[in-house]
């Protein structure tokens, strides 16, 4: 239902989900990066990005050189002007009543668009030789308050790699890791889309500046990614129980954005904030929103009829323009839709409910019909979603360890110790079966998000461990050999072993690797690994 007010009725609570060390403070000795537990499977509809999580890990050590690291795993349109300004808070220490902060934000922006900052002090080109890629590292410059910061989405743009941390997004010339720009917040960053618009442009949700939990997401801001310049700021409006901001998720499909709250969509025009339309809660078959996708499709996804036998899961494509459903998809009875692995072709991971540790892959026509199911346990592979990281509550289209190209998806296999090796598993979207598989001497590999390649076959992460330092791949379309195209300097492995969980970006000819949280002492102190923000390996 299009309209523009939210029926009565209260969706289903959403639980954050235990096992996931992202979403909880980072441990704060030193020499201890982050990586991910082969975490269970996450009940349905955690929607709160960076909410505070108790997950324990299991411990792995890794030799790097002659060194022994230890990792651990462990709307309403509201105003005329649509707008209020968060007020900054005083103190930069934490409150009485959980509240914790870093220095007060006054909004503006830190160097005004001019690019002064520098790439990292620790030199990852030191000892390189020949063949090796050229490095450079981004050190952490942001001071994050004791429960550390989120990295998000990575976004690139006319030779430029962006992203959002804590209150600020900052842009790093592709080619050498200068700043190109920073445009900070009045408040935290709480959810940024996977991809900008097509002009370049993004939308993130922050919160006030009073970091505590539960703090409403519910505050929109336009950064043009070119030149990190701000355009229009909104304040999302509570109507009901049904609208509320505790989680919002943002998606851009075109000149569309789409912002999530709760059970409630609105959209709105990328160019001036405008208002386009709303998508309510459907009464019919109970279903309730549970997230949205963006990119070359818009899509949201619903879960219906939580808790009974008829419990299943809904897509529905939606035109960016209008918010008219093209299509509706309706997942097999006893399924629920979990993650969004394409918008186009259309691919998305569902979970039984009987049986929370079965899963598999259903592959979506053009029309909204199922065209092939992935069934992952007729594989003598296992696989984990998201690799196993489980999930806080990001959005949909947040889960590692799946790329869709050229009508292939290419999936990472769980390895059977948590650093060894694993495959690649290529399977055809109009069978659903597998056609190949290809490992690589050992390594863990992880299929990369590409944001400029068309080319045949498909980039993988090879991850550093122990004496072997990381490598960026290419699987060639019919499986076999993978050519490495970038082979990683072995004085950047220490600080790589700190982002081995991270996010990757393909771009420019180059891999940009990001961890997914910096710990509260990650401040930017020279010859700390645990520092490094971004690292990039080029040609």
Request: hydrophobic share 35%; with cysteine.
């Amino acid at each position: 239902m299009v309209s523009h007010e939210p029926e009565s009725g209260r969706p289903p609570a959403h639980q954050p989900v235990p096992g996931n060390p992202y979403a909880q403070p980072l441990p704060q000795p030193p020499a201890q990066p982050p990586f991910p537990p082969q975490a269970g499977p996450p009940p349905a509809g955690p929607r709160r990005r960076g909410a505070l999580i108790a997950g324990v890990g299991a411990l792995a050590l890794v030799l790097v050189g002659a060194g022994v690291f230890v990792l651990t795993r462990g709307d309403g349109d509201g105003d005329k002007d649509g707008s209020r300004k968060p007020v900054a808070q005083d103190s930069d220490k934490p409150a009485r009543d959980g509240r914790e902060s870093a220095p007060p934000r006054d909004g503006s922006d830190d160097d005004g668009g001019k690019g002064t900052g520098s790439a990292g002090q620790i030199d990852v080109n030191a000892g390189r030789k020949p063949g090796d890629a050229k490095a450079w590292l981004a050190v952490n410059d942001v001071k994050l308050p004791g429960k550390g910061g989120q990295l998000l989405d990575l976004w690139r743009v006319d030779g430029l790699v962006a992203q959002a941390e804590y209150d600020e997004v900052t842009a790093f010339k592709a080619a050498d890791g200068k700043r190109a720009w920073r445009v900070r917040l009045p408040g935290e960053v709480c959810d940024t889309p996977v991809n900008p618009s097509p002009d370049g442009k993004v939308v993130v949700a922050y919160t006030t500046s009073e970091a505590r939990v539960g703090a409403k997401c519910n505050q929109l801001q336009l950064i043009d990614l070119k030149t990190g310049k701000k355009g229009w700021h909104k304040e999302l409006k509570e109507h009901s129980t049904l609208d509320s901001t505790t989680a919002t998720h943002v998606a851009i499909s075109g000149s569309t954005v789409m912002v999530d709250q709760d059970s409630v969509a609105h959209a709105y025009r990328i160019r001036d904030g405008k208002r386009l339309f709303t998508t309510e809660h459907r009464r019919e078959g109970a279903c309730f929103l549970s997230g949205v996708a963006g990119g070359p499709g818009l899509i949201q996804v619903q879960s219906c009829a939580a808790g009974s036998k008829s419990t299943h899961g809904r897509l529905r494509k939606l035109d960016p323009r209008t918010g008219k459903a093209e299509w509706v998809y309706r997942s097999k009875k006893g399924w629920t839709i979990d993650k969004v692995y394409s918008a186009d072709p259309v691919v998305v991971s569902v979970r039984n409910r009987a049986d929370l540790n079965k899963w598999a892959l259903a592959v979506v026509d053009k029309q909204g019909r199922q065209r092939s199911w992935i069934d992952l346990d007729q594989r003598k592979e296992k696989f984990s979603q998201c690799t196993g990281a489980g999930d806080s509550g990001e959005g949909v289209q947040n889960c590692g360890g799946g790329v869709v190209a050229h009508d292939t998806l290419y999936l990472a296999t769980e390895p059977k110790d948590t650093l060894g090796p694993n495959k690649i598993v290529a399977f055809d979207l109009g069978t659903g079966k597998a056609k190949w598989s290809v490992g690589a001497g050992g390594r863990q590999l992880l299929p990369v998000t590409v944001s400029d390649r068309d080319g045949p076959g498909v980039i993988v992460y090879a991850r550093p461990y122990r004496d072997m330092t990381g490598r960026t791949l290419l699987l060639p379309p019919g499986g076999g050999k993978p050519k490495v195209l970038l082979k990683h300097t072995a004085a950047a492995q220490k600080v790589e072993v700190f982002m081995f969980a991270g996010n990757t970006l393909y771009a420019d000819t180059r891999l940009f690797v990001t961890p997914t949280r910096l710990n509260g002492r990650s401040n930017g102190s020279a010859g700390e690994e645990g520092n490094g923000r971004m690292l990039s390996f080029g040609p």
